[in-house]
């Protein structure tokens, strides 16, 4: 069955750096547009990035220069480099897949940027 | 970037009866050459990740009960819960796909009265 599963949440201080992880099992992750999310209880829901089936990555202008999305095929997994830290980043940060909307998601890793 | 804006912020609903969830997106997410809207909507329960439970805007996702349905084109949507279950007690959420930033509505939360 199709499952993601993040990993690499944590505390950090503003200006720090923090990878996530999502590993994917049961589908090819590289078969479909695959994305980061991010959920905090004052901004809600936030798209933050994708990979497309080609390998082309999209940014929303909040992480545009600081997050870096990739992707491993031979891992079947996805990842998230962020650098340059702040608070306003603190949040739950979830993978998921999208064929049409978000069909599948994570369980989400909590990020917290705090001095 | 597209907007999309909720309504109500919140509603209570006595157990059996109609909720219904607007979603207003500031520009159209209808695709005039495949006439289909690029809308789904989500559920989301405590301590969950959202749950999809309709996209193109009305095409229920496998397993969701048929008390839910999508509605609406263009610019206007509605999500109708037709007889309010105490397992529906959610926030819920439009998004539109149509373009890139992918972007959420502020959520619905729904309650019991």
């Known amino acids: 069955q199709v499952q993601l599963v993040e990993s690499g949440g944590g505390l950090v201080k503003p200006g720090g750096s923090l990878r996530l992880s999502c590993a994917a099992s049961?589908?090819?992750?590289?078969?479909?547009?695959m994305s980061w999310i991010r959920q905090t209880p004052g901004k809600g829901l936030e798209w933050i990035s994708y990979i497309t089936t080609s390998g082309t990555m999209y940014y929303a202008d909040s992480v545009k220069g600081r997050f870096t999305m990739s992707r491993d095929n031979a891992k079947n997994s996805l990842y998230l480099q962020m650098n340059s830290l702040r608070a306003e980043d603190t949040a739950v940060y979830y993978c998921?897949?999208?064929?049409?909307?978000?069909?599948?998601w994570g369980q989400g890793t909590q990020v917290t940027v705090s001095a | 970037d597209i907007v999309m804006t909720q309504s109500p912020d919140s509603l209570a609903v006595s157990l059996g009866e109609r909720a219904t969830i607007n979603c207003k997106s500031s520009?159209?997410?209808?695709?005039?050459?495949?006439?289909?809207?690029?809308l789904a909507w989500y559920q989301q329960k405590p301590g969950q990740p959202p749950k999809l439970l309709i996209s193109?805007?009305?095409t229920r996702e496998s397993g969701v009960p048929d008390r839910f349905s999508g509605s609406g084109s263009g610019t206007d949507f509605t999500l109708t819960i037709s007889s309010l279950q105490a397992e529906d007690v959610a926030v819920y959420y439009c998004q539109q796909y149509y373009t890139t930033p992918r972007t959420f509505g502020g959520g619905t939360k729904v309650e019991i009265k």
């Open positions: 193109w805007a009305s």
């Open positions: 049961g589908f090819t992750l590289s078969d479909y547009f």
């Open positions: 998921a897949r999208e064929p049409t909307g978000f069909d599948y």
């Open positions: 520009q159209t997410v209808l695709y005039s050459s495949s006439n289909k809207n690029y």
